[in-house]
């Protein structure tokens, strides 16, 4: 039973367009996300977290939307850059005094010259 | 810092042998986690501890596994006896209280 749902394994985008990458999740208890990156032969790398208190965080080129009542998180980068290419996770935790960290699987991201 | 350290980074063994992959926390994180990476499953929490104490073990797949962290500075995880399902991608992870986790680069794991 997946908590944690990245629906699409690979999106294929130009450089210099939007790429959003979409999350959906089933527990209403989790309370914090975040979005990983990752290259291969290397850890997970964090990038950008949401509280549930909040609809939008911004960092950068890096945007996380959060919609509460859909349980459905997207990050949009813009404008999307070849070396942004990588599996990016989401992950979200129940926050307060649990830290446990639920992925999703994973989306491929291809950013093209 | 050097960021979280895993080691080995690879390590190739036979059925039925003991393996012992070993994590270095960032010095100050009183959070620690170990995930198994695979095609099928993608990343598995396997067990968190905080402030040293096993917190969630559910992740462990079976008493094959286990993981210890015998001070602020170190944490292992061990497989006795190895079995060729085992193959995966291990990764060490630490935190400070609710903020993002760090991982180290994990450890390739091969059981033939």
């Known amino acids: 039973d997946q908590q944690v749902k990245q629906n699409s394994p690979s999106l294929s985008v130009q450089e210099g367009r939007i790429s959003i990458l979409n999350c959906d999740y089933t527990?209403?208890?989790?309370?914090?996300f975040l979005w990983y990156k990752k290259y291969p032969a290397e850890g997970p790398t964090f990038l950008i977290s949401i509280s549930s208190i909040k609809d939008k965080n911004e960092d950068g080129r890096f945007t996380v939307f959060l919609n509460k009542s859909a349980k459905h998180l997207s990050l949009h980068i813009v404008p999307s850059q070849p070396g942004d290419s990588a599996v990016y996770f989401c992950a979200a935790s129940p926050g307060g005094s649990n830290y446990k960290l639920t992925f999703g699987k994973g989306t491929l991201l291809t950013v093209n010259p | 810092d050097a960021g979280v350290i895993q080691s080995p980074r690879h390590e190739v063994t036979e059925m039925g042998q003991e393996v012992t992959l070993r994590c270095k926390p960032i010095?100050?994180?009183?959070?620690l986690f170990w995930y198994r990476q695979t095609m099928m499953r993608g990343l598995e929490l396997l067990i968190y501890f905080n402030n040293n104490v096993p917190i969630d073990d559910s992740g462990m797949p079976e008493d094959r596994f286990s993981a210890k962290m015998p001070n602020a500075s170190f944490s292992t995880l061990k497989i006795q006896p190895s079995e060729p399902r085992d193959s995966a991608v291990y990764f060490c992870?630490?935190?400070?209280?609710?903020?993002?986790?760090?991982f180290g680069q994990g450890t390739r794991l091969t059981v033939v």
């Open positions: 992870a630490s935190s400070f209280h609710a903020t993002e986790a760090f």
């Open positions: 527990n209403s208890m989790f309370d914090y």
């Open positions: 010095s100050g994180h009183n959070s």
